[in-house]
């Protein structure tokens, strides 16, 4: 993993390039020393950028001067490199306003004036503090390992297996679903530079792919109506479609979700905040249908910046016409082994065959 951060600063003010290249050139930020080039023209930065990797790119935003008018090419910039590379950017100008409805996770925006060479140390701060300026190169180093050790540790070492007169695609898509099972919970925490997460547990996000597939839906695909939030249900098979085989699927049965704050469970909780410290049962009772181990009636949808903290109750459900699906928002969708775990939750629910319940004092009695 790079101890080097290397940015890059596109400005056409000689001034402004020589003084943040002497404020930072050197410097140690979060235990990255910074190394900072400079380009001094709009028209040869997407060059620049295309000769090496970069981590952050620092980026003005006027040729010339704002005030008599100056062309905001720094805006051509980011819209050349949102089509080529991923690289966070940060505007760095004197005249912001125009690009402060870009602000994002990888797009930072700090106005020069009396703080503004400290507020940018903050932003580059920001972004490296979740190592989001290295994760590309970690995932090729991570690609390149991978790929090294099946090449001459399993193909070759197995060459009587894979012979080369075999010549077809059948290598490659092996390679590449090794690689795909190789990004376990560690190697994503790795790759990440993250050592938060408790190595027994999984981060909320593993839950899910977003955003989900313009094609067709899946079972365990989250929709939202208003303001209601459903899981579909019915098997993903079912919606295929082909040259030779049409879609059985016309009715679609989905599962209503509900907000986690509007459990009984959570409102117990809520109402001890002040008690116990543990909160006695009902820290265990919410626990347990965070976990998804409070019967198999429920399943929990954790959070994230995309959907609030839910729980898919299996007796709230309801039937759809396919045609209808078009006037939900596809949301994102639940990924393996977490669509397959929701179902099969699902499954145990109404496959559930009830008897009564043994004498158990007259056996006692028997002992």
Known sequence: ????????????????????????????????????????????????????PYHIIILDIYKGNPINGGEQLGLQILEQIQSKCFIPVIFYSGNTKDVQDLKSQIVGVVTKGDDGFNGLKLEIERLIKFNLPFIKENIHACLEEELKNYFWEIIHNQRDKFRPGINDFSLGYLMLRKFSSSLSQDKISEILGDNSLNKEKVHPMQFYIYPTDLGEYECGEILQKDQEVFVILTPSCDFISGKNRSRKVSDVLLAKTKLLSETKEYEKYQSKKDGKDEKGNEKGNLISLIESRKGDRYFFLPQTPFIEN??????????????????????????????????????????????????????????
């Not at 900072?36 to 950028?49: G, S």
């Not at 759809?320 to 669509?339: F, W």
């Open 1 to 52: 993993m790079s101890k080097e951060l290397k940015l890059l600063y596109i400005e056409d003010d000689k001034q402004n390039r020589d003084d943040l290249i002497a404020l930072l050139q050197n410097d140690t930020l979060c235990n990255f020393k910074v190394n900072i080039e400079a380009v001094d023209t709009f028209d040869n930065a997407i060059e620049k950028i295309n000769s090496k």
């Open 310 to 367: 839910r729980i898919i109750d299996f007796q709230s459900k309801e039937m759809v016409k396919y045609d209808d699906l078009k006037t939900y928002t596809r949301v994102a969708k639940l990924d393996s082994p977490y669509a397959e775990s929701m179902v099969s939750s699902f499954i145990r629910y109404y496959n559930r065959i009830g008897y009564p319940d043994i004498d158990s004092e007259l056996i006692l009695k028997a002992l």
